[in-house]
């Protein structure tokens, strides 16, 4: 190859790196705050000294958010967020697409980075759930807004009386359910004592809502106390493959007879979102103390090994691979196991 092609080839990986600008440019500002800053137009010197921030690295900032269209230069040396396409940060809460830039540019892309270095050494990373757990728990909630009809939906059709959360986060989906079941006992548990505080800072003045601090593998609710909806959303990735078969063991004990399980999880090798499933994978696969991703292989012998059916296995956003299905006790036919038809027309429609 001659120096020429080396160039052009160069020059078409620095074309392919383009597309990484928005979202550096994004997380920066959510990060400073700098997309509210810059809500009303003013110049860098102002903001400058409004913020203590360094002018040069914030006219750098500045120069590329104008020429990504994320602020709109105005008269007289000013700049303006640009609401049509950062709209979102100017929002009075922005934490759910902040903690999705935070999670990708603090974990993941690290991590990433790092590959040669873990490949070379044989050793792994060590995900700290103390630093980042806060994080991964608001992008779960964002994540699950995409399931949530479905739940209300067998809620309502199965007069569900009590729902356990196990992982429950910031216990954001708990809340948003118990708007429409106040009546409806709610449990969530968490290992993280600290999201859990959160979580119950949150969720004040809802009097049907629980938080218990516990490791979801080996806590169970009260004596003969049976749910009637178990949440077990993005937690297959915390759990070696023995642990999974063993919790869901567990749980089938304390299952009512027409209770669910409802599942959300990446899936690897997926049907639709094959690059992010891979690349999320790659990142739990890089750490000492997470676990590979499930294939739809190993969801369906999980579900047959754990005294489980399977169903309504459905992309519920097709671009990162995430799925979402029901576990029951076995008292329904396999034939049973087919898309749920409003989620099946939400994703052929494009909405998901």
Sequence with gaps: MNIVQTALKARNWMKRNESFLPTWHAYVGYELDLFKTFRNPKTVDEVAQETGYSQDLLQCWVDVGASIKHLRKRPRGRYRTSKHHCGEFLEEDSRGVGALLKEMMELHIPTLLSYPEYMRSNERAVFNHEK???VVAETSTLLEHFAIRRIKKMMKDQEVQTVIDLGCGHG????????????????????????????????????????????????????????DLILLHNVFHYLAPVEREELLSNLS??????????????????????????????????????????????????????????????????????????????TEPKSEMHPDRETETLIASGKY
């Design 172 to 227: 954001g989906y708990l809340r948003k359910l118990a708007k429409d079941f106040p009546e409806v006992r709610m449990i969530g548990v968490d290992v993280n004592e600290q999201v859990v505080e959160s979580a119950q800072k949150a969720s004040e003045g809802y009097e049907n809502i629980e938080f218990i601090v516990a490791d979801a593998s080996d806590w169970r609710p009260e004596e003969g106390q049976e749910a």
């Design 132 to 134: 980042f757990g806060d």
């Design 253 to 330: 004990t304390w299952l009512s007879e027409d209770g669910r399980i409802s599942v959300i999880t990446p899936v690897n090798e997926a049907a639709q979102g094959q690059a992010f499933s891979s690349a999320f994978n790659s990142f739990f696969t890089a750490h000492s103390n997470l676990y590979a991703l499930p294939s739809s292989e190993d969801i369906e012998e999980l579900a047959e090994t754990s005294g489980l059916t399977l169903s309504a296995y459905n992309s519920i956003i097709k671009e990162g691979g995430w799925y979402a299905f029901w576990l029951m006790p076995q």
